[in-house]
C-alpha cells in the first residue's frame, strides 16, 4: 500500500506514519512544520516527506498521486485556540480538508479523515452515539463537523470512499507538553516529574474519555480497509472505559510519577465541555475495532516515555 499521511510531523500522525513504515508500507508524509516537530518522524526512517500546506491544493493533488489511501490527520487543534484563531482554525481544517477530498478523487485514494468528539457538544445522556445530533461549542469543534460533512457529501456526489473518525482525548508518548495549547496529560506529567503545579480549570470534576495513542493508530488502519458500509460516515474513537475526571486524572498521574501536587485552580475554559464518553459499538461492528490500552495502562507508558525521552526542567 501507498499511503500519504497529512499531519505526519504531529503527534497522531507521526505515530501513524511510524506503523505504516513499520509494517512495510511506502509512506509520504506531508506537513508544514508549524507546530509539528520534525523529530516526531525519526520512528519513520525511510518515509518521504514533503513540506507544504493543506490550503494549497496544487502541493495537496501532488501529493496524493499514486497514493492508495490518506490519512488525513492535519490540522488546526485545540478548542482554546480557536477562539483566539477561528478564521485560521477554519481556513485549514475545513479548507485544508476539502482539498484533501478532491485531490483523493483525482488519485482515486481511500480518505480517512481526523474528527473529534468535541463535535458532540454538550449532550442530555451518555453515552454519545454518532446517530446523535451535534451540539459544536468551539470554532474548532464546528470545524470538525464542516470537514466530516463534506467528506460524506464528497463520498455521495464524487464518489470518494472517505470514513471519519471522531477523536476523543488521544493521549501518549511523543505527546508535547511545550505548547501553548498543550493537552492536559502530558501538562500533568510533566509538572509532576518536575514537581511543579499543575493547573485545573474548573472545579476538576469535569469527565473525559481518553484514548491511547497506539488505539488511534489501529482504528485509522481499520478504517482504511472498511467496507462501503462505512463510507461518509463519521465513527467514534474512544478509549472504551468509564470516563475520569480531570481530578482523578491527576491523582493516577501524581501515584505513577511519586509525587504529590498542588495544583493551581483556575475558572472554567469557555467553549469546553463537561463530560465525554464514547459509544463504541458502531465502530466495533462497522470497522471491528475495539480499544485494547486501558487509562492507568497507557498513563504508565507515557510517563515511562517521558521519563526516559523528555528533558523536564525543574
Known amino acids: 500500500m501507498k499511503a500519504l499521511v497529512t499531519g505526519a510531523a504531529g503527534f497522531i500522525g507521526s505515530r501513524l506514519a511510524a506503523r505504516l513504515v513499520g509494517d512495510g508500507h511506502e509512506v509520504l508524509g ?6 509539528g516537530r520534525p523529530d516526531n518522524l ?21 501529493a496524493a498521486r499514486g497514493c492508495d489511501v490518506i490519512f488525513h490527520q492535519g490540522a488546526k487543534r ?19 480538508t476539502l482539498n ?14 481526523a474528527s473529534s468528539g468535541s463535535v458532540y457538544g454538550d449532550q442530555d445522556s451518555f453515552p454519545l452515539r454518532e446517530d ?43 505527546q508535547d507538553p511545550a ?22 480549570h474548573g472545579d476538576g470534576e469535569q469527565a473525559r474519555d481518553f484514548t491511547y495513542v497506539e488505539d488511534v493508530v489501529e482504528a485509522n488502519l481499520r478504517a482504511a480497509q472498511a467496507p462501503e458500509l462505512a463510507f461518509g460516515r463519521a465513527f467514534n474513537v474512544g478509549g472504551g472505559g468509564e470516563p475520569t475526571s480531570i481530578n482523578r486524572l491527576l491523582a493516577i498521574v501524581a501515584e505513577l510519577t511519586g509525587a504529590d501536587p ?52 525543574a
Open 78 to 96: 485545540s478548542v482554546p485556540r480557536s477562539l483566539v484563531q477561528p478564521v485560521l482554525t477554519t481556513e485549514v481544517n475545513v479548507v485544508g
Open 100 to 113: 484533501v477530498l478532491l485531490a483523493a478523487r483525482a488519485a482515486g485514494s481511500r480518505v480517512v479523515c
Open 30 to 35: 506531508l506537513d508544514d512544520l508549524s507546530e
Open 42 to 62: 525519526d520512528d519513520a526512517a525511510g518515509m518521504d516527506f514533503v513540506r507544504a500546506d493543506l490550503r494549497d491544493p496544487e502541493a495537496v493533488e501532488r
Open 179 to 200: 505548547s501553548e495549547y498543550a493537552a492536559v496529560i502530558p501538562l500533568f506529567i510533566a509538572a509532576c516529574l518536575a514537581g511543579s503545579r499543575p493547573t485545573i
Open 132 to 174: 446523535m445530533v451535534p451540539r459544536p461549542r468551539s470554532p474548532y469543534a464546528a470545524s470538525k463537523l464542516a470537514g466530516e460533512a463534506y467528506a460524506g457529501a464528497a463520498w455521495a456526489s464524487l464518489g470518494v470512499r472517505a470514513v471519519s473518525l471522531r477523536y476523543f482525548n488521544v493521549y501518549g508518548p511523543h
Open 262 to 313: 498542588d495544583p493551581i485552580r483556575e475558572p472554567a475554559r469557555a467553549g469546553d465541555v463537561r463530560h465525554t464518553a464514547a459509544d463504541m459499538t458502531l465502530a466495533g461492528q462497522v470497522l471491528g475495532h475495539r480499544p485494547s490500552v486501558d487509562l492507568r495502562e497507557g498513563l504508565r507508558r507515557t510517563v515511562e516515555w517521558f521519563r526516559d525521552e523528555v528533558a523536564i526542567p
